[in-house]
């Protein structure tokens, strides 16, 4: 065979890239799986040990992934035969699929069977899905780059699979969610994703999904390392997962490599399934170091966190662009402080400074809070920003004469739920938040630049007193850099 099964996919889907625009194909979330990604994810799955292998590729495009995996399987000596079960409704890439398949049906050495089914992956199957019923059929391997593509939450595939969707979702968690519903009980299926899934409140429902008929078994990272692929985010945000049945919560194999263009020097780290998969949230910690594995196992050692000591942290209650008529400039009468992320300078909350609209009437009942100590984190902050976690202490008496303040919603405040935190509390939070150790964590959860007080919520953290005495160390110290609070949090860790 001169030129691969893989080259030849290749070369047509070039061809169709030459003569199809962009845009149209942003529309339907259509983007092609590179050469090598394709044939790293069909290096992933076991050996097959069975003669009749069945394969399922949705949302299959000009046929990249199918071409990979039976490229894999050229040399196997169990495999006799295949069947490969495609999903796509482009009408447009259809004539190259199926001039693809043609192509790898006549010269593939295993023979091999083509189903090529002209309709939608999700809403054709979702009566079935949704009755969780056996009647679809069931594949050895699921394999899939599916469309990433947010949705309305009256979209049509949406409304066909609630049970997994919270507001409004991304097409590319739906396919996952039926693509594990086709995955046979002793199959495997591995996927190329973005990883937003694995934190966040809207993919709570998917989460559920996956990890009550699925365990993780691998989850491959691109990890760029060098500075020339920073731009390249898009690298960074996708991972590829790889999906059982089998209950056995073993390992999780976590790889990672520099690019999708080259899979030569790719790191491997074995991690218990259960530093990976975490609390009842089942948030995914993607890690990919052994030192990042050092943070997740040193914070992991406490059971608590900020809810189930009585505190809590909340997004600032002001949209300040839709409350513009209760804005003020001036401190006149019956306006109080209105806090921005931009007051927290050097660890500390100082108003006023030099900005607009700092102080909001209390007319509306909604947009004011009691003037109480409060631990602000910014929600926002730069990529090129070295920390993602940026606080800032506020004691209610540097405004003693307001008994209410406001916060815009582009801050988190934390709060005692029913108990006014002492100075010390709140001095002790800013140890932990002001830590390199929490900083990495919370990138360690979550890959993008906003802070997001659930999953803050749900970090692990010190027992109360253990958080007052972090305070007091600090409070003597007189010292709010980060260096003084990784040694005075150091001390605790190390006990
Ligand atoms: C991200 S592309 C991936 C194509 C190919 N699998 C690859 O890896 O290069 C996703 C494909 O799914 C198709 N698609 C989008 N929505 C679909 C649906 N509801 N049912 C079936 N296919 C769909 C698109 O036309 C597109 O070709």
Not at 151 to 169: F, L
Not at 250 to 271: A, H
Not at 358 to 378: A, D, F, P, W
Request: net charge negative; glycine share 4%.
């Amino acid at each position: 065979m001169s030129k691969t099964l893989i080259d030849n996919v290749f070369e047509e889907t070039l061809k169709y890239l030459e003569g199809m625009p962009k845009e149209k194909r942003k529309a339907i979330g259509q983007f092609f799986t590179s050469v090598e990604t394709a044939r790293y994810m069909a290096s992933m799955f076991v050996a097959p040990k069975k003669e009749n292998l069945s394969i399922l590729d949705p949302g299959s495009g000009s046929g990249i992934l199918t071409a990979a995996v039976i490229e894999r399987l050229q040399g196997d000596s169990t495999v006799k035969h295949i069947t490969v079960t495609c999903y796509e409704t482009s009408e447009d890439v259809l004539p190259i699929l199926k001039n693809n398949l043609a192509y790898i049906k006549a010269n593939s050495v295993v023979p091999v069977d083509f189903d090529i089914i002209e309709k939608n992956y999700l809403t054709s199957q979702s009566d079935d899905f949704n009755a969780d019923n056996n009647n679809a059929p069931k594949y050895d391997w699921v394999i899939s780059n599916p469309p990433y593509k947010k949705i309305m939450k009256d979209a049509i595939e949406a409304v066909s699979m609630p049970s997994v969707c919270y507001g409004a979702p991304n097409l590319y968690f739906l396919f996952t969610a039926m693509g594990l519903y086709n995955l046979d009980a002793d199959g495997e299926l591995v996927f190329i994703i973005p990883r937003s899934w694995t934190s966040g409140a809207y993919f709570q429902r998917f989460r559920d999904y996956l990890f009550k008929d699925g365990t993780l078994k691998q989850i491959h990272l691109f990890v760029s390392r060098d500075k020339v692929f920073e731009k390249e985010s898009v690298l960074q945000e996708t991972i590829i997962i790889k999906v059982d049945k089998s209950r056995t919560q073993n390992n999780i194999k976590i790889t990672s490599s520099n690019s999708n263009s080259d899979f030569n020097n790719i790191s491997t780290i074995e991690v218990p399934y259960s530093t990976i998969v975490v609390g009842a949230e089942k948030y995914v910690y993607l890690v990919t170091t052994d030192d990042e594995l050092k943070v997740l196992q040193s914070l992991n050692r406490w059971n608590n966190t900020l809810l189930t000591i009585g505190l809590k942290m909340r997004t600032g209650i002001t949209v300040d662009f839709r409350s513009r008529e209760y804005l003020r400039n001036e401190p006149e009468q019956d306006a109080v402080p209105l806090l921005y992320a931009q007051h927290i300078k050097n660890g500390k909350v100082v108003f006023p400074i030099d900005k607009d609209f700092q102080y909001i009437t209390t007319e509306k009942s909604g947009l004011i809070q009691r003037n109480k100590n409060y631990l602000l984190v910014k929600r926002f902050t730069a990529k090129e920003e070295k920390r993602r976690l940026q606080c800032g202490v506020y004691l209610s008496d540097i405004l003693l004469e307001y008994d209410s303040i406001s916060t815009q919603n582009k801050v988190n405040f934390v709060e005692g739920v029913n108990f006014d935190m002492s100075e010390k509390l709140v001095y002790g939070l800013y140890v932990i938040f002001n830590s390199t150790i929490y900083d990495q964590y919370y990138r360690i959860l979550n890959g993008s630049t906003q802070v997001n007080s659930t999953e803050v919520n749900a970090m692990p953290v010190p027992p109360l007193d253990e958080i007052e005495k972090l305070g007091s160390a600090l409070m003597d110290a007189n010292d709010l850099s980060v260096s003084v609070c990784d040694k005075i949090l150091g001390v605790l860790l190390n006990e």
